[in-house]
């Protein structure tokens, strides 16, 4: 993973981030709520059911090179909603949830969880725009199966290429917009 060098190891690694803030940050919650940078929440939003549960947001996203890593990852591995994916640019990580699926992936591979992540990574799919596994997508399923802790929403949300326009979806009621890179790249590449 880390021998090639136009590879996507900053992707990879601000996954294992997300994955190892509740076990790394001295005094940290056990609910982590992760928010990628180029998120902004435009009004209030509930991230816990009354009972403690985490609420997930859904998007209609469906990347296959993710689920061949999550199956290498977690053999039988199964997306739970065909309709919805869980890469919605935020989610509250819970501590018991991530102790689960470390502990399950730890002892499948005999590695530590970062390391089998990295070695289920696909090395074919390590370009520079290549994005082959999904934090996201692992946890939102995994949550799913393994806990009816977990609540799915389907929260007013959108990808926008311009932040400009940021307080026209405030204004029609959207909970949060996430404001890609790629996507203004694609725009300005297309006038």
Not at 68 to 79: D, S, V
Not at 82 to 99: E, F, K, N, T
Not at 122 to 148: M, Q, V, W
Request: include cysteine; aromatic fraction near 16%.
């Amino acid at each position: 993973l880390l021998e090639s060098p136009k590879s996507r190891v900053g992707w990879f690694y601000q996954q294992m981030l997300k994955f190892y803030a509740t076990y790394d940050i001295p005094g940290i919650s056990s609910n982590v709520l992760v928010v990628d940078s180029d998120t902004v929440f435009l009004r209030p939003v509930t991230m816990l059911t009354e009972s403690g549960g985490a609420l997930f947001n859904t998007s209609d996203e469906y990347h296959l090179k993710y689920f061949h890593h999550a199956e290498r990852l977690l053999p039988g591995f199964k997306k739970v909603y065909p309709q919805y994916s869980g890469i919605a640019h935020h989610m509250l990580l819970q501590r018991p949830v991530l102790d689960d699926l470390f502990t399950q992936v730890e002892s499948l591979h005999k590695l530590p969880f970062w390391r089998a992540f990295c070695e289920c990574v696909d090395p074919d799919s390590l370009g520079p725009y290549d994005s082959s596994a999904s934090e996201y997508e692992i946890y939102f399923n995994y949550a799913l199966r393994r806990t009816d802790q977990v609540r799915v929403r389907h929260l007013i949300w959108e990808n926008i290429p311009f932040v400009e326009d940021i307080e026209f979806y405030r204004e029609l009621g959207f909970e949060y917009v996430s404001c890609h890179d790629w996507l203004r790249q694609f725009y300005t590449q297309a006038k």
